[in-house]
């Protein structure tokens, strides 16, 4: 539900809260396939919001915190930052946030899948855009050509109140196999009518659909935002009162929104990788068949002999006039009565080390022969092993089965030849890593050992360092984010919580700082270590790992 009308419609409404007061502090694309618009709240706070395109498992999120541009950053929309925010609403009729900006000028948050686009709207006309401005800029920007026409939310709550109407709307919308479509049901996505057939079953009275209806209008009026996973292991969202598997309740839509993104951005990454490894599999496998089909050990066989039987024809021959310096012609001394064969030979060399170079070649070819057999016997014990990691591969349905895959099967993997999941690839292999999003990455040490790898071997400088305070735990590394973004802080510190002696507590404290103020001291064992400074936040453990 995460792009669903009435998860934006109550992120609008959090938004609001949030943001009027404030002011646009900066626009602009960072990572491949978003869009990072930054404010300054009323109380001075950072905030992000995030558009993802191009993905279908992510719309729309919120970060604490500053994030500036970097140098190879776009701007974007230069001509609304420091324009104070009047307010942030949720268009009536489709997925549009509307950003009131000073001046009455507005700024557009387009989610629909499909055209995903930020856009400034001056006088009703659209003035500057982040995507195919060309395109846009001068047209004029409508919600919606009939504005007389009742919205999403007055539409479904007309329905709820009127039982006739709601049954004339669904038998205009009823195909001749007795599916209801989307368009019944203003704002009800395929997922949503899925939810309401579930709630009805198949056979069901006009009634009970009804009255599921407006049980499920109310749930999305009132949300109870939670997120959990399928049995896959995939993350879902979700603001309906049934709860998901591994459910977790949030306080609100923008936190479970954004607790949502950071599991499938990892989910994603994970299978990404498990995309990448299949593809690399099979990339082996057509080499290996392509190299057995080719192997040919009767054609060497044959040129060996020829070389074998040249030699001797010139050794046979030592008594002849040679004519011309780079062939003679010689009889056929083992087949009587068959033609002369002209042989070729070196024009430096003497007849006799030409035949000494024949019966080189023929050792060598032999030798050849005897080197391809072995390796026709590794390459079919490679082919048994990839179709076997293949088809296991195959078989996986979550990311941490995929995992415990490549960790299982590291050397199989290393002996196809694999270079991408060899143990000395460097030291990111050593430890966990949780992707809390495009740009930042979590690394979490596994033991005391490990912990003193990460934090003195692999972390840098101004990597940003986590452990749980007053407890024993792993030692975990952030990088790709800066002390001001709180919102990936406090992410990988739920984490630092979860990898620590008190990850069944219901709050724990863990304390971070940049790396270069984590130091070692010759009386603490490893894994120990001192700050010359900390911050410390308070946050709930992580209930999953990815």
């Not at 009435?6 to 959090?14: C, D, G, I, R, S």
């Not at 395109?53 to 919120?62: G, H, K």
């Not at 044959?302 to 062939?327: F, N």
Request: proline fraction near 5%; charged fraction near 25%.
């Amino acid at each position: 539900m995460h792009r669903n009308y009435f998860t934006l419609y109550h992120a609008a409404m959090e938004l609001n809260v949030r943001l009027a007061g404030g002011f646009v502090f900066e626009i602009h694309s960072q990572q491949k396939n978003e869009l990072i618009l930054g404010f300054v709240t009323a109380s001075g706070e950072h905030l992000q919001v995030v558009m993802v395109l191009r993905v279908p498992e992510l719309c729309l999120f919120t970060r604490e915190g500053m994030c500036r541009r970097k140098r190879q950053s776009a701007s974007l929309l230069q001509c609304i930052c420091e324009r104070e925010v009047t307010g942030v609403a949720m268009s009536p009729y489709d997925r549009e946030i509307v950003i009131g900006l000073s001046g009455g000028d507005e700024l557009v948050l387009r989610l629909f899948s499909a055209s995903i686009n930020a856009f400034f709207v001056k006088d009703g006309v659209i003035a500057d855009a982040c995507i195919s401005a060309n395109t846009l800029i001068g047209k004029p920007y409508h919600e919606r050509t009939d504005c007389s026409a009742p919205g999403i939310v007055r539409e479904l709550e007309l329905l709820t109140q009127d039982k006739k109407r709601f049954s004339t709307r669904i038998m205009c919308a009823e195909r001749t196999d007795g599916e209801t479509t989307s368009i019944s049901l203003p704002g009800f996505d395929r997922g949503m009518l899925r939810t309401l057939a579930e709630r009805t079953g198949e056979q069901c009275s006009p009634d009970d659909l009804f009255e599921a209806f407006s049980d499920m209008f109310y749930e999305l009026l009132d949300p109870q935002p939670q997120t959990g996973r399928t049995p896959e292991g995939k993350p879902l969202f979700s603001i309906l009162h049934n709860p998901l598997m591994e459910s977790f309740d949030c306080s609100s839509v923008l936190d479970g929104l954004n607790r949502y993104s950071t599991a499938m951005w990892s989910w994603l990454h994970t299978s990404e990788g498990q995309g990448e490894l299949e593809t690399k599999l099979r990339q082996q496998l057509r080499k290996i068949e392509k190299e057995l089909q080719d192997y040919d050990p009767g054609m060497l066989a044959e040129k060996a002999d020829e070389y074998e039987t040249y030699g001797h024809l010139l050794m046979g021959a030592l008594y002849l006039d040679r004519i011309e310096p780079e062939r003679i012609t010689v009889p056929d001394i083992f087949n009587p009565g068959a033609p002369d064969i002209a042989i070729r030979l070196k024009p430096e060399l003497p007849v006799s080390e030409n035949a000494a170079d024949y019966f080189r070649k023929a050792a060598k070819t032999r030798g050849k022969c005897t080197a391809m057999a072995q390796r026709k016997v590794e390459l079919e014990a490679r082919k048994i092993l990839l179709d076997s990691l293949l088809t296991e591969l195959a078989s996986l349905v979550s990311p941490k089965a995929v995992k415990r895959f490549i960790e299982t099967h590291r050397a199989e993997l290393q002996k196809t030849g694999l270079a991408s999941v060899k143990a000395s690839t460097g030291h990111a292999d050593r430890f966990r890593i949780v992707k809390l999003s495009p740009s930042a990455t979590l690394y979490i040490g596994k033991n005391a050992k490990n912990n003193e790898q990460l934090t003195f071997a692999f972390a840098k400088p101004n990597d940003i360092w986590l452990h749980a305070r007053g407890c024993s735990g792993s030692h975990c590394v952030l990088r790709g984010v800066s002390l001001q973004q709180k919102e990936e802080i406090r992410k990988a510190a739920e984490y630092a919580a979860r990898h620590s002696a008190a990850k069944h507590s219901e709050l724990v404290p863990v304390m971070y700082t940049l790396k270069k103020h984590v130091r070692r001291s010759k009386h603490l064992p490893p894994g120990q270590v001192k700050l010359d400074r900390e911050e410390v936040i308070l946050v709930s453990p992580a209930k999953h790992d990815t």
